[in-house]
């Protein structure tokens, strides 16, 4: 599922700074990035880590299944520009992983992503017309997890 990176395109301008602002300011949990605590992600120089594992689990696997996943129908409440766009972010990006590190779930941007989706109906945004339900579920997976699957990870792309 594409869930965090469509719902982060489409947010409202403001939510959107609002969101990146955020990124610089989310402190990590003990299962996340710790080295980018504290550092601010530039969105126009941003690139993202290239990986060899995930919490044990081969990279290349996870691209894979990303891949796979970009190849088949697009999700339920997303258009046709909005995975065409999602295809595109992920190819600019080799199909790496951009919501994960090698210790799992990047939590500054994950945290980020969920304040401002939160915060949404407040820039008069219907949160019932993104993937909410699949986007909690597949972070509460990783969350609960201690050895995630490929398939589990490449969910959370």
């Known amino acids: 599922m594409t869930v965090l990176v469509t719902v982060f395109r489409f947010l409202r ?3 959107a700074i609002s969101l990146l602002l955020a990124v610089g300011l989310v402190a990590a949990c003990s299962r996340g990035d710790s080295k980018s605590v504290g550092k601010v992600e530039n969105p126009q120089t941003w690139a993202p880590e290239k990986l060899t594992s995930v919490q044990g689990v081969p990279a290349t696997e996870i691209e ?37 590190t090698s210790n799992g779930l990047h939590e500054n941007r994950s945290k980020a992503l ?13 949160l019932d017309d993104y993937p909410i339900g699949a986007l909690a579920q597949a972070i509460g997976t990783l969350k609960q997890t201690k050895t995630p699957t490929a398939d589990q990870l490449a969910t959370c792309y």
């Open 64 to 100: 894979a299944l990303i891949q796979r996943k970009l190849d088949g129908p697009k999700l339920d409440r997303i258009d046709e520009d909005q995975w065409g766009h999602t295809k595109r972010l992920y190819k600019l990006y080799g199909s790496n992983p951009l919501w994960l």
């Open 13 to 15: 301008p403001r939510s």
């Open 114 to 126: 969920t304040n401002a989706i939160l915060a949404a109906n407040a820039d008069g945004m219907r």
